[in-house]
């Protein structure tokens, strides 16, 4: 099906304004063709240092929780007590971060649970080689499974794998194990206690200012005339907000994606509103007298009006109070439009006319939209927010844990097939340790599990910074214990000094990371009494073990992202086509197999978001791919998410017995949608897809609200759902060919070019 669009949009004007529009966007995507040689590309990764983990404040709280322990029990004399909690503020220290409070000591409890059980269960086991490896190599399981619930739940899994590793391989009686199981909970709970009492940081700031400087920017467009002889408004506040936006590449939480779908949205109203500008001074230059212009300005003023209100909640993080009128108001000003164009006209400034009435009904969307994400970034919205997500079923939440394990179980998934790898290897490798060095059998062990991750990049580099920084470490620690009087305050003095630089400036490079930890470990072994020379050189052999079996498994079974990517999209768009298609079944003709249905494709979506989240985390650090690609590739994750809320949400309101009927124009409604996820993912596919193929997801919308009456519940309900998934369908197809332009993929799809550009709709 091939669209029209608007009359104007075929005119030479407009057909030169498409023309200065791709090679605007060829320039700006010209720098992704730029790519390093790979093994440049990863030699960098290992020498990059980045700043913006460094956080001084973070280290120096982390710091106190770790030696203040020591310094108790070396006062009271029980240097072991204040060593075992210390450890236990150790392992959550990496636990610790900069977000709201309530979140930061949700993921530090959790941390300090998981590694108190971590210590009991490795005492517990040590007497017993068989059983020690069994646990382990359960344990290790369950962490690469946690892989799947986001970046802090796998460090949460690798350090607790850590903990149990070393406790194993302790000869402790069960007395002493219950004493270092409470001291190291008593250790995270201090180092909670900490985080969350000193040092209040907003987390996003950064992000959320140069958000707010762009939609105040946009505010300011919306009322600003077109002047076709300066550079486009707002170019440098967009600028800005991708640089600011860039620091959460890796970031895949909610808020995060908030943040990049605030940014996506901006630059489509930026578009909508220079395309509104312009037309405004094709009608002024028609019939300067024209009525249509009035009501245009007032429905200008009206935007700009919610853009400021963005801003200010964004800059203060205020909630933002109930616009529904001013909402309202834009929606009656852009029907208005349409009542006063004459319905037979077929001149110029009649085709200008419906050209302004589509652009208004977009730019309505895309408000809509941005005060929906912006109203969840404040701390009441993201409490309404998981309040509403609350009230939804287990079974159907979209950050459901247990359903996202459960749903990853099975060899078609990445997290799985990690998960698999990192087993086998924590396994072989603690058996060796245990055969070669019976009482420091953690280190191969620990090192794998250090090592090996999902990416092949990170992998790698961590493989060689690991073992670099290892040797580094532990010829510093041998060079302080030669040429320093070491006694214990002096050991507590360094403990603390290497304990600041690896939480300092630790977490920007793995290197220094390494460098710091090997000293910090020989240091806390040296102060329970035993002689730094026992396992310096056992320590650096076996480092250099553990870390070529990570690196050998990963050779034995790599997976590269980059050529992955459109694969994961395309399962993911199929698999939400499915989802959406059984529940439109359930609404239009229910029966006893909807509900069987619903959850089989829900399932299936639920593994497809999975591999596609942990496939982006690996590109980001994959070498060969530039910025701007991964830029896109977020930006179309964080558009698929808000789709998924929206069908999500529209399944929750699936009520278990009869409701009012359907309108008929839902039907056509949902065959658009599904048409469109078929089309998007035989477009990644590389398949011959033009822009124009796409349904009018817009005009399908506004027939169905136009349809029934918006008091019904029912319908209200429906209308608010099918309206996000317009807005995030539309804003996918855009980025979808973008992605594939950057990429010098356009030749595969075809449309991108043969096609034409339509108008942009929301």
């Known amino acids: ?79 072991r007590g204040g060593l075992a909690m210390a450890s236990g503020a150790l392992n959550v220290s990496y636990s610790d971060g900069s977000d709201p409070y309530w979140q930061r000591a949700k993921r530090m409890l959790a941390s300090t649970v998981w590694c108190s059980v971590a210590v009991l269960l490795g005492g517990l086991t040590a007497h017993s080689n068989t059983v020690a490896v069994a646990v382990a190599t359960v344990w290790a399981f369950a962490a690469g499974m946690l892989v799947t619930l986001g970046t802090t739940a796998a460090d949460v899994g690798v350090i607790s794998t850590v903990v149990l590793l070393i406790y194993a391989a302790q000869q402790v009686t069960v007395e002493q194990t219950l004493q270092a199981s409470g001291l190291a909970l008593l250790g995270g709970l201090l180092q909670i206690l900490l985080s969350v009492a000193l040092w209040p940081v907003r987390r996003y700031e950064p992000e959320r200012r140069s958000l707010a400087t762009l939609y105040a920017e946009l505010a300011r467009i919306a009322t600003h005339p077109a002047e076709a002889t300066t550079a486009p408004l707002g170019t440098r506040e967009i600028a800005q907000a991708h640089e600011a936006i860039a620091n959460l590449a890796t970031d895949m939480s909610l808020s995060a994606l908030r943040y990049r779908s605030l940014l996506s949205q901006a630059e489509r109203i930026r578009l909508s509103l220079t395309t509104l500008a312009r037309l405004r001074a094709r009608l002024t230059r028609e019939n300067a007298h024209d009525s249509a212009i009035v009501t245009l300005d007032r429905y200008r003023a009206n935007a700009a009006y919610l853009l400021n209100v963005i801003a200010t909640s964004l800059l203060t993080g205020r909630e933002i109070a109930l616009e529904g009128d001013r909402l309202v108001l834009g929606v009656a000003l852009a029907k208005q439009l349409d009542v006063q164009q004459p319905e037979t006209a077929q001149n110029f400034a009649g085709a200008v006319l419906r050209d302004v009435k589509f652009q208004a009904e977009a730019l309505g969307g895309q408000l809509r939209a941005a005060l929906d994400l912006a109203r969840n970034t404040t701390p009441e919205g993201q409490e309404a927010f998981d309040r509403r997500e609350a009230t939804i079923p287990l079974r159907l939440r979209f950050t459901g844990k247990l359903a996202t394990i459960a749903a990853n179980f099975n060899l078609r998934s990445t997290v799985f097939r990690h998960a698999v790898r990192l087993t086998l290897c924590v396994a072989l490798g603690d058996t060796l340790g245990r055969m070669w060095h019976p009482y420091r059998a953690y280190w191969i062990p620990m090192t794998v599990v250090l090592v090996l991750k999902p990416e092949f990049t990170v992998t790698f580099s961590r493989g060689v910074l690991r073992i670099a920084g290892t040797l580094a470490g532990l010829l510093l620690a041998t060079a302080l214990f030669h040429f320093l009087p070491i006694h214990t305050s002096s050991e507590i003095l360094l403990i603390g000094f290497f304990m600041f630089i690896m939480r300092w400036i630790g977490p920007a490079n793995y290197g220094i990371f390494g460098v710091a930890i090997s000293a910090l470990v020989v240091l806390l072994i040296a102060i329970t009494g035993i002689s730094p020379r026992e396992v310096i050189a056992a320590r650096g052999v076996n480092t250099i073990i553990g870390g070529a079996l990570a690196l050998a498994a990963y050779a034995v079974w790599p997976t590269w992202e980059r050529n992955r990517l459109p694969e994961f999209f395309g399962a993911l768009f199929d698999a939400y086509r499915n989802s959406f298609a059984s529940i439109v079944k359930s609404i239009l003709a229910p ?113 169905l609200v136009e349809a029934g009456d918006p008091t019904v519940a029912r319908y209200a309900f429906v209308n608010v759902e099918a309206d996000r998934m ?37």
């Open 1 to 79: 099906m091939e669209n029209s669009g608007p009359i104007s949009d075929r005119t030479p004007e407009k057909a030169a304004e498409r023309a200065r529009e791709k090679a605007q966007a060829g320039t700006a995507a010209s720098p992704a063709s730029a790519r390093p040689r790979p093994l440049a590309a990863l030699w960098n990764i290992v020498l990059h240092v980045d700043r913006a983990k460094i956080n001084g404040w973070m280290a120096l709280r982390n710091t106190v929780g770790v030696v203040a322990p020591m310094i108790v029990g070396y006062l009271m004399g029980m240097p």
């Open 591 to 703: 029966d006893e197999n909807t509900a069987r249905e619903r959850e089989r494709t829900r399932q299936a979506a639920r593994v497809a978001r999975t591999n596609l989240e942990t496939s982006v985390e690996r590109l980001a650090a994959e070498p060969g791919v530039s910025a701007d690609q991964a830029t896109y590739v977020n930006s179309m994750l964080a558009a698929s998410h808000r789709f998924a809320h929206a069908m999500i949400a529209l399944e929750a309101g699936i009520p278990a017995t009869g409701f009012e009927s359907p309108r008929p124009q839902f039907r056509a409604f949902a065959n658009a949608v599904e048409k469109t996820l078929q089309l998007l993912s035989a477009r990644v596919a590389g398949q011959h897809v033009g822009e124009r193929d796409f349904p009018e997801l817009r005009a399908a919308y506004t027939r």
């Open 726 to 762: 317009v807005n995030s369908l539309n804003t996918l197809r855009e980025q979808v060919m973008a992605w594939q332009r950057a990429s010098g993929t356009t030749s595969a799809g075809g449309g991108a070019t043969a096609g034409g550009t339509a108008p942009t709709g929301n």
